[in-house]
């Protein structure tokens, strides 16, 4: 049985091309600084979103069309992995990801969702023997089930505390059967709601201790993968424990985790936090924590997490700018934890939605090759900061002064002289190259 029978195999036909099942910009085999798109970009589908989830926002019941739909329970899950196998197969994508709950459904007990994770993942890798498309990451849902509603290892009973555990154990030996390159731990209630009825303190100790937990299971089980944390500031609790990369970095510090540890970074949760998508990026990279990313971006006039593909060519640019100066995601990749919008309803959607964000990004992986071989950003930056490369600057770089000598320095100053940061040359200079990967 096809999934989706009038669609075949969705291939690179250039710029001028018409063709709405053809990537326009995501050329797998075209070489970037020494290494092919499909193995720099690593893309990855998101189970939840494209086989799992209905369409349903917070004001409306679902919308989605799928074929697989019509079966329920088991036979669902099933049909679900039969339908993104062909996706993946027809998208040519190398990775995929998944929650516990996206593949199989939960039971009546434990043991019994034990068992139809048991079946579902015999299945996938029945799959998996006869497909290039491999797992980047799997993760436990441990925020949807009622059982999550006061929090999961940040959880005020100790029995939620306990069952959040059992299932990240089933997760890493899933990862491992499955050979999963990372595991995730997206804390999507990991937080509070207010201060008054919270004690914060033993909460986020019980997170650092969890996490320790994790750590030492994977190492007895021989799974080397490598622990993503996925931050996120709010919603649905008002203030999450893992609120960006800067308090999830001082966190992981605190409970010494930071060497078992890096991000995997969203686009969509960076705007909610009031950053840019490049300044997670960014502070990652610089200390040395960029794992992963989930490609998505959010709605600048809606203030709630819209996952949307990410179609943004300055926002691609800047993200692939930091990714390619981290020397790309090691394990990690960039998946797209994005949904098509409520009004894409069909299945044809799903694919034009991937080919979107993929072109999106190869066309942002080209200009930021570009952007760094031509060093107008480094050129930039190392000309605007090289006082610091001379005289006091250099002094102050290598801890060679201190107050009274810098005193000294500034008492001799008749007058402080600025340079223009030249902020809209730059912009412009930007779009140049933008415009440029189009021509060319």
């Not at 809606?302 to 394990?331: C, H, Q, V």
């Amino acid at each position: 049985m096809s999934y989706f029978p009038n669609i075949g195999k969705i291939n690179y036909e250039g710029a001028k091309s018409t063709n709405p099942y053809a990537f326009k910009f995501y050329n797998p085999e075209e070489k970037i600084g020494g290494k092919t798109m499909e193995e720099f970009l690593r893309f990855g589908v998101a189970y939840w979103h494209t086989f799992t989830a209905d369409l349903s926002d917070p004001f409306g019941t679902g919308s989605a069309v799928r074929s697989w739909d019509k079966f329920s329970g088991m036979d669902a899950a099933k049909a679900r992995v039969e339908a993104a196998f062909e996706f993946f197969e027809k998208l040519g994508v190398p990775y995929f990801c998944f929650h516990d709950v996206d593949i199989a459904p939960e039971g009546d007990s434990l043991k019994e969702t034990y068992q139809n994770l048991d079946t579902i993942v015999a299945m996938i890798k029945d799959y998996m023997k006869d497909s290039k498309t491999k797992l980047l990451w799997n993760t436990a849902n441990n925020f949807t089930n009622p059982r999550f509603l006061h929090g999961a290892a940040s959880s005020n009973n100790a029995d939620v505390f306990a069952y959040s555990a059992a299932k990240v154990k089933k997760g890493l030996e899933i990862g491992k059967e499955l050979g999963a390159e990372n595991y995730v731990f997206w804390g999507g209630r990991e937080g509070y709601e207010t201060l008054l009825n919270t004690d914060m303190k033993l909460e986020m100790d019980n997170l650092g201790r969890f996490f320790h937990m994790a750590v030492d299971y994977a190492k007895e089980i021989g799974f080397d993968a490598q622990f993503l944390i996925e931050p996120k500031p709010k919603e649905p609790t008002t203030h999450q424990y893992d609120f960006d990369v800067a308090t999830g970095y001082a966190f992981l510090q605190h409970y010494g985790l930071q060497d078992h540890f890096k991000f995997n970074i969203e686009a969509n949760h960076a705007t909610l936090a009031g950053h840019t998508f490049e300044h997670e990026l960014r502070y990652a990279r610089v200390n040395g924590m960029l794992g992963s990313v989930d490609a998505n971006q959010g709605d600048p006039l809606l203030g709630w997490d819209t996952d949307e593909f990410p179609t943004d060519l300055y926002s691609t640019t800047l993200a692939m700018y930091e990714i390619i100066k981290n020397g790309g995601l090691g394990r990690g990749g960039l998946n797209f934890d994005a949904k098509a919008r409520r009004g894409s309803f069909e299945p044809e959607d799903l694919f034009h939605a991937h080919i979107a964000g993929m072109d999106a990004f190869a066309i942002g992986y080209k200009v930021a090759q570009k952007l760094i071989d031509d060093k107008v950003l480094d050129g930039v930056i190392e000309n605007r900061y090289r006082s610091y490369t001379e005289g006091v600057g250099k002094d102050i770089v290598e801890g060679k002064t201190d107050f009274r000598k810098l005193e000294e320095h500034a008492l001799s100053l008749n007058e402080i002289k600025h340079e223009s940061g030249r902020l809209e040359h730059i912009k412009a200079t930007l779009n140049q190259y933008l415009l440029r990967a189009y021509a060319e």
